[in-house]
């Protein structure tokens, strides 16, 4: 079983909608998980990240955590072309593994105008 | 100016040479990290840094060594190039007093002809 799975895309998104990334892990020891984004050729950048069970919401992006279904989304809502982009979900031990960041292999969204 | 950056951005190189990757940053982290980026098979841990005296091996760190100069500098080298290390390459930084949240430089695309 993969540590971190997503789904590789592309999802397709009308501007203005919502756009649901998933992402689940497989070791319940999980303790913090990040939400990256990743243009085309560029780095990842840091979006946001979640420690407890339940939403973490910042301007249009929402992160949701299930640790008893090893289960986190990103919502990202009023879609707009320039979210257009690979968004990688990352997972960590924490405690004294918090260095370790294991990465999914990414989700392609497309936003079309 | 950036917070992490890395020379060069670009390389193009032979077989059996040897090139190094230079990481320089200024946000203050003490822990620091290599990374290779492959189509399908995203992100990879090298080799990671603790602090100037702590290095330790990633996952893929066959072929691969670092050094860490100072606790704003992190260098990777090939020793011997070859051409399944042609990938993009990212340091990324991160602050054991601040959970550890990894910030990504800006990478560098080396093909290995």
């Known amino acids: 079983q993969k540590e971190v799975e997503q789904n590789s895309g592309p999802l397709s998104v009308p501007e203005g909608a919502i756009a649901s990334l998933n992402c689940t892990y497989s070791?319940?020891?999980?303790?913090?998980f990040f939400w990256y984004r990743q243009y085309s050729g560029k780095s990842p950048e840091l979006i946001m990240f979640i420690y407890s069970n339940g939403d973490k919401e910042d301007g249009r992006f929402t992160a949701q955590l299930n640790k008893a279904s090893q289960y986190v989304s990103l919502l990202i809502r009023d879609s707009q072309p320039s979210d257009s982009a690979t968004y990688l979900c990352a997972v960590n031990k924490g405690g004294g593994s918090n260095y370790k960041l294991t990465f999914g292999k990414g989700t392609l969204l497309t936003v079309n105008p | 100016d950036a917070d992490v950056t890395q020379t060069p951005r670009n390389r193009i190189t032979k077989t059996g040479k040897r090139i190094m990757l230079e990481c320089s940053q200024t946000?203050?982290?003490?822990?620091m990290y290599w990374y290779r980026q492959d189509p399908g098979l995203g992100l990879r841990l090298i080799y990671y840094s603790f602090d100037v005296k702590d290095i330790n091996k990633g996952e893929i760190s066959d072929g691969y060594s670092v050094s860490r100069q100072a606790q704003a500098k992190f260098s990777l080298s090939l020793e011997s190039a070859i051409p399944n290390q042609t990938a993009l390459y990212f340091c990324a930084t991160s602050d054991s007093r601040a959970a550890d949240t990894q910030y990504f430089g800006p990478g560098t695309r080396l093909t290995v002809l």
């Open positions: 070791d319940r020891g999980s303790q913090s």
């Open positions: 946000k203050g982290h003490d822990r």
